[in-house]
C-alpha cells in the first residue's frame, strides 16, 4: 500500500534559518504529492503541490520538488520567520491521502 | 467564502456516552472525508465518502459511524465512546473522485478535539 515517511521532529531553528523536512514515498501509481501546514489550534491548510515527476511545488517562500527517482519530495525553506512555526505534513493522494507523521517546527527570534 | 464547518471544537464526554460531531461545506464538495490525528501517528482516515449516500471505510473505522444523506453534511457518530477515541478529529472534503481525483486538493475544517473519560 502507499505510505509516507517524513523526518521526526521536533525542529527548532533560529529565525533566518535554512530549513528542510525530509519526505519519501511508497506508491504503487502515480500520486500527486502535497505538503500540508497546522498552524497552532487550526485545521491543516494545503502549502504547496506536485502532480508529476520533475514538479516543482513552491508558496511563501517553501519548495518541494517531485523526485520519482528517489521517491522524494523534500520541503525546503532558505529563511524561516517565526510565524513559520507549525506542524508539517507531507502527504499523497492516490485515490486517498495518506499523511506523514508530521514535523513539528519551532522557530526562535 | 469557502470553507469547511465542524462542531463542536471541543468536546469532553465520558465512556458510552453517544455523540455526533457535525462537518458541513458549502463548496458544493462531492467527497467528503473523516481523520483522526495522534501524536506520532499524522492524519489515518476513518471514514469517506464519494457522494451523496455513498460511504466506505478508511483506515481506522472502527466504533465510528457516518452518513451523507445530503452533499454538504457528513458528521461522524461515536455510538459508545471509549477513551481510546480521545483524539484530535477532522473533516475534510474535496471537489470530485475522478480520473483526475489526484490531483484534488483536500480543504480541511479547523478540529474537533474530543477527551473521552
Known amino acids: 500500500g502507499n505510505s509516507v515517511t517524513q523526518m521526526e521532529g521536533p525542529v527548532t531553528l533560529s529565525e533566518e534559518a535554512f530549513l528542510t523536512i525530509n519526505c519519501t514515498y511508497t506508491?504503487?501509481?502515480?500520486?500527486?504529492l502535497f505538503w500540508y501546514v497546522q498552524y497552532p489550534g487550526e485545521g491543516l491548510q494545503l502549502l504547496l503541490k506536485a502532480t508529476k515527476a520533475d514538479d516543482k511545488g513552491s508558496n511563501k517562500g517553501f519548495e518541494a520538488t517531485y523526485r520519482k527517482e528517489t521517491t522524494s519530495f523534500h520541503l525546503e525553506k532558505g529563511s524561516v520567520q517565526v510565524s513559520d512555526s507549525a506542524v508539517y505534513f507531507c502527504a499523497l493522494n492516490d485515490y486517498k491521502l495518506s499523511f506523514g507523521a508530521g514535523t513539528t517546527v519551532t522557530v526562535r527570534a | 467564502e469557502a470553507q469547511v464547518t465542524q462542531n463542536p471544537r471541543y468536546l469532553i464526554t465520558v465512556t458510552g456516552k453517544k455523540l455526533t460531531v457535525t462537518c458541513s461545506q458549502n463548496?458544493?464538495?462531492?467527497?467528503m472525508s473523516w481523520y483522526r490525528q495522534d501524536p506520532g501517528l499524522g492524519l489515518r482516515q476513518i471514514y469517506y465518502?464519494?457522494?451523496?449516500?455513498?460511504?466506505d471505510k478508511g483506515d481506522v473505522p472502527e466504533g465510528y459511524k457516518v452518513s451523507r444523506k445530503e452533499k454538504r453534511n457528513f458528521p461522524l457518530i461515536l455510538e459508545s465512546p471509549s477513551p481510546n477515541q480521545t483524539s484530535l478529529y477532522f473533516c475534510?472534503?474535496?471537489?470530485?473522485?475522478?480520473?483526475?481525483?489526484?490531483?484534488?486538493?483536500?480543504?480541511f475544517g479547523a478540529g474537533t478535539r474530543l477527551s473521552v473519560l
Open positions: 465518502s464519494m457522494n451523496v449516500e455513498v460511504t
Open positions: 506508491a504503487t501509481g502515480y500520486p500527486s
Open positions: 463548496m458544493n464538495h462531492e467527497y
Open positions: 475534510a472534503s474535496s471537489k470530485t473522485i475522478t480520473e483526475t481525483r489526484a490531483k484534488n486538493i483536500q480543504y
